[in-house]
């Protein structure tokens, strides 16, 4: 059982709590109430307690078309770094995304774009196992739960375990370009390198897909649209890259990517290229 605010033990357990809080901004009291077997009173009740009110309205059909740059950029990101579970036998439906706490400002961008009516929590996992070493991994974590939003996400082609299947989204051509900003700040890199043979600097550009099928999509568009070759390899089951080695191609796709100052963007990525082949650039040649 929790605490109510007085001290005095509550009927609601913490795992209750958590679910009012993560839904009462989008689910009605009797919703949540026969979802966790109280009435609609019990529940508005103990939502104030909790400090909650209804002052938000939440963009569930946010992602019904995919009509603006913005759109098809959050599209982007979720298809590759994000999750939608649909699940109507336990009513679970859920939109999420969990990226390393420095990136937090990007799931505070999406949340407010969408209403703001979420809370997004901080984890600190201790003692994880990555590259050969254990260290603690500190990320920040975005959960929505909207059965509309996993729908439309779904019929776009981000679908629950998408990294098994075939589907995946396709946007119209004046929006591709921010759909794959999107997907590149979600599971691309972009990395300068000296060469030992020449002792000259490179950049490389590249995504990472599980779907081949995707792989060979942004492959074509690059080519069709902005006239960019790519190298395209199958490295193994589930692990395909895109891939672009030409410093004049890589600065003109992120030209034309970064042409919108105020669009969404990752930062630590938009500063490689920006050091590489931005007017900071120029001014240290």
Known sequence: MSNNNNGRPSMFSKEEDAYILDNYLIKTSGEIGAFLG?????????????????????????????DTSEKAYWLGFLYADGWVVYNDKRKNYEV???????????????????????????????????????????????RMYSKPMAMDLISHGVVPNKTYKKEYPVVSDDLFADFFRGYFDGNGCIYDY?????????????????NDS???????KLQELYDIETGLYHEQEFKNRVVITQMPKIAKLCEIMYAN??????????????????????QSA
């Not at 000296?194 to 599980?210: A, C, F």
């Open 38 to 66: 109280y009435s609609a009173k019990q529940i508005q009740s103990r939502a104030k307690i909790l400090g909650l009110r209804k002052n938000r309205v939440f963009d569930n059909r946010y992602f019904e078309n995919i």
């Open 96 to 142: 999420g995304i969990e990226l390393q706490r420095n990136d937090k400002y990007m799931l505070e961008r999406l949340n407010n774009t969408l209403g703001g009516a979420f809370t997004i929590k901080d984890i600190d996992k201790e003692h994880v196992f990555v590259v050969q070493s254990y260290c603690n991994v500190y990320t920040s974590v975005l």
């Open 194 to 210: 000296v060469r030992k043979t020449t002792g000259r600097s490179y950049v490389q550009l590249n995504i990472t897909t599980p």
């Open 214 to 220: 995707f792989a060979l999509y942004c492959h074509d």
């Open 261 to 282: 100052p105020t669009a969404p963007k990752l930062l630590r990525k938009y500063d490689i290229y920006n050091s590489n082949f931005g007017p900071q650039a120029e």
